[in-house]
């Protein structure tokens, strides 16, 4: 079993930047394929970013592209996405996600271990 602890969440100004963090518990890490979703009330949850094994491939949604960086450390069993130029859309509950299959995150409901996700709230 994966557990993931999530944390950096909170409030920020329009332009501004959040780092969140999603630790991860277990001996198997690297062998885990790991993103970031993004949901708000009355809406499906969105992908926003995944990283490979080792974090040599990422691959983001259009919305944040350019201005969102998932990055992991394999050693501290960490990944991070560091949001840049926030916008008030940017607003939402994000949870850190692990799978081993790649394919996994192109549904969210194929996930198969989800972090407790911190508010991010964007004021203009």
């Known amino acids: 079993q994966v557990q993931l602890v999530e944390s950096g969440g909170g409030l920020v100004q329009a332009g501004g930047s959040l780092r969140l963090s999603c630790a991860a518990s277990?001996?198997?890490?690297?062998?885990?394929?790991m993103g970031w979703f993004r949901q708000t009330p009355g809406k499906e949850r969105e992908f926003v970013a995944r990283?490979?094994?080792?974090?040599?491939?990422?691959y983001y949604a259009s919305s944040v592209k350019g201005r969102f960086t998932i990055s992991r450390d394999n050693a501290k069993n960490t990944v991070y996405l560091q949001m840049n130029s926030l916008t008030p859309e940017a607003t939402a509950v994000y949870s850190c996600?692990?799978?081993?299959?790649?394919?996994?995150?192109?549904?969210?409901?194929?996930?198969?271990?989800w972090g407790q996700g911190p508010q991010v709230t964007v004021s203009s």
């Open positions: 996600a692990a799978d081993r299959l790649i394919e996994s995150y192109s549904r969210s409901s194929s996930i198969d271990y």
């Open positions: 990283s490979s094994w080792r974090g040599g491939t990422t």
């Open positions: 277990g001996r198997t890490f690297s062998s885990y394929v």
